[in-house]
């Protein structure tokens, strides 16, 4: 069968004919005139370009993006013997051109919505966002709450799909991604997608680097030997001391992460930066930290956690193995377990006796796993978190340790021994 037989019975198909009837019938008179042009569109010939001759075709468009047919089949238009524009199921009928709109947004409890694209306009390939208020968060999304009106005239996300975000209020130690997850995403080195959403980074006016942990809005628990080295007053660390909430890569660093100093809390009972007992202190921030995905507080402990083999993770910005004498720029994790504290105290007394006595019940160690990763310099003030159900617990705060080597031990302030004294500053009588 030819093209121009082939043509005719998808045609005549089309139009619930018979190829007899137009085969055998002279059509060279028919003529059906310059089609006619639709509200919000336009048509196009598919056939016999600019002619209005029998069989030729036509197609009628919308003006996209924002108006469309409900229904492809009533585009296509054919000539037909009785001089007119023919569609299957419109006959004669035109085709209109719809707007699509999805309407106003729905508004959220604790959240809110601002236009990415023109204000107002719920257009197609309109988009908005939504954003949960403060210390409130929505834990599903992964594309920042984006909707975007779709063809069928819905609002729809790509996680969620058409429906709305929850938005929670913000609890301490759950973060959006597990860190254990997250562990098998990237291979356990570098921090994520908030994965430990409270680590804090402090840094003195000489770039040096003190890793804390925010435990409320305007509370980062930390070491207090730590900031002693930075060998200013507290007078001045309320000055000097730079603190960022809410960043992962030190490079992206930015105004809207920079909290300030409001005052500094040492224990009373620590000595000096060079007794490392009593080594906690807790940093109060002049701005009230506004919780978000990537900004929570970790849980202060209900127990102590400090149990030989009990497993956590610590986080910071220390130098990045042995021999490295910059911090290193992206946020890094480690896991570690909670160490004997007998054969711990014998080493410390062989390589530096009294420094970790045996009446410590305020410190712990920890050990490296069977991966030989450890903490490294400038790690300390970082806390050891400890996972209990679905939440995070800082079990101990980073005091000292013996480099970066695998099988050396890190030795930690325990966090539940203070918990009185904690309580006391942060909620004073």
Request: hydrophobic share 35%; net charge negative.
């Given at each position: ?25 002279d ?13 919000h ?27 469309h ?9 054919v000539?037909t013997d ?19 709109a ?35 968060h ?13 063809i ?23 973060p ?13 080195h ?18 040096t ?21 930075l ?10 001391l ?14 809207a ?25 807790l940093?109060k ?57 007998t054969l711990?105290q ?46 995070y617990?800082a ?11 695998g ?23």
């Amino acid at each position: 069968m030819g093209s121009l037989s082939l043509q005719l019975v998808l045609l005549c198909t089309l139009l619930g004919c018979t190829l007899q009837d137009h085969v055998e019938t002279d059509h060279s008179k028919v003529h059906c005139g310059v089609p006619v042009n639709i509200t919000h569109g336009h048509y196009e010939y598919l056939t016999h370009h600019d002619e209005d001759t029998y069989l030729t075709v036509i197609r009628y468009v919308c003006d996209a993006p924002i108006y469309h047919l409900e229904h492809p089949e009533d585009a296509t238009f054919v000539c037909t013997d009785d001089n007119q524009w023919t569609n299957a199921k419109l006959k004669h009928k035109l085709p209109e051109c719809h707007k699509v709109a999805c309407g106003k947004p729905p508004a959220v409890d604790h959240g809110h919505f601002e236009y990415i694209t023109t204000f107002g306009v719920d257009n197609y390939l309109s988009a908005v966002k939504y954003t949960c208020d403060d210390n409130y968060h929505e834990r599903d999304f992964s594309d920042e709450g984006v909707y975007v009106c779709t063809i069928d005239g819905k609002w729809r996300n790509t996680d969620l799909g058409y429906e709305f975000p929850t938005c929670e209020k913000v609890v301490c130690g759950r973060p959006i991604v597990p860190l254990e997850q997250h562990q098998r995403v990237v291979g356990g080195h570098l921090v994520h997608n908030g994965a430990t959403p409270w680590t804090v980074l402090m840094l003195g006016p000489s770039g040096t680097v003190v890793d804390g942990t925010l435990i409320d809005h305007h509370w980062v628990l930390t070491s207090a030997h730590a900031l002693h080295f930075l060998n200013l007053s507290r007078e001045e660390l309320k000055e000097k001391l730079r603190v960022y909430v809410g960043i992962e890569d030190a490079r992206e660093i930015t105004a809207a992460h920079q909290v300030h100093v409001e005052d500094v809390h040492y224990h009373p009972r620590m000595r000096d930066a060079y007794v490392y007992r009593n080594d906690i202190a807790l940093v109060k921030l002049k701005e009230d930290v506004h919780f978000s995905n990537h900004i929570m507080p970790a849980c202060l402990p209900a127990h102590d956690y400090a149990e030989e083999g009990k497993t956590g993770h610590v986080a910071g910005w220390g130098v990045e193995g042995t021999g490295e004498t910059s911090r290193a720029n992206h946020l890094h994790w480690v896991s570690l377990a909670v160490a004997n504290t007998t054969l711990c105290q014998a080493f410390f007394n062989e390589h530096h006796p009294g420094l970790f006595p045996a009446d410590a019940p305020d410190q712990f160690c920890t050990q490296s796993l069977s991966d030989g990763h450890n903490v490294c310099p400038g790690d300390h003030g970082a806390a050891l978190l400890v996972r209990d159900g679905d939440d995070y617990y800082a079990a101990g705060v980073l005091s000292y340790d013996e480099g970066c080597a695998g099988e050396v031990y890190a030795v930690y302030t325990d966090v539940h021994h203070y918990l009185k004294w904690i309580d006391g500053i942060i909620h004073p009588q």
